[in-house]
């Protein structure tokens, strides 16, 4: 608890005595390993797939296998999740194909990918946009649900 003087008079003073804003983010569980973040988190997850490409499923096992939901990150680590997630083709700078051997580099031309839908009707590219632009209200609704039954 830190202590700070607010209000001095002759005889009296005043002193607020309150928790850092750390130690209260913690307490409400809103800290990057909190109960409300971790619920966040897992819920993001779990809508974020709906937009990711899903062509063998590699790309969304490997993302649920890395992302820790204790941590706010939704993490996709694999050799073609950039630019799937940017939705431009990358070619190799030595034989300007999209595959690529061992070593060589890429770089992304201006050509759009096209995303099958057959598993995923709403995939495409910036899956974490799509995401927000179309359910953000009803996750700001579940994370309020949340706190409400928290709460209780």
């Known amino acids: 608890m830190s202590k700070k ?8 003073t005043a002193v607020l005595e309150m928790r850092s804003r750390k130690e209260i983010l913690r307490a409400k569980g809103v800290d990057p390993g909190g109960d409300i973040q971790t619920f966040h988190t897992q819920n993001v997850l ?26 706010p990150l939704i993490i996709t ?33 201006n050509t759009p990918l096209v995303y099958t839908h057959t598993k ?15 359910e953000g209200p009803a996750m700001a609704a579940d994370v309020q649900r949340y706190i409400r039954r928290k709460e209780k």
């Open 46 to 71: 779990r809508r974020i797939l709906k937009y990711m490409p899903y062509e063998s499923g590699m790309t969304i096992k490997v993302t649920i296998a890395q992302t820790n939901v204790r941590r």
């Open 5 to 12: 003087k607010v209000w001095r008079a002759k005889n009296v």
């Open 77 to 109: 680590n694999t050799p073609s999740a950039r630019f799937l997630y940017h939705g431009k083709l990358m070619v190799s700078d030595v034989t300007g194909s999209p595959w690529a051997r061992k070593g060589e580099t890429k770089h992304v031309v």
């Open 120 to 134: 995923n009707p709403k995939a495409g590219p910036y899956w974490d946009r799509a995401l927000s632009a179309a």
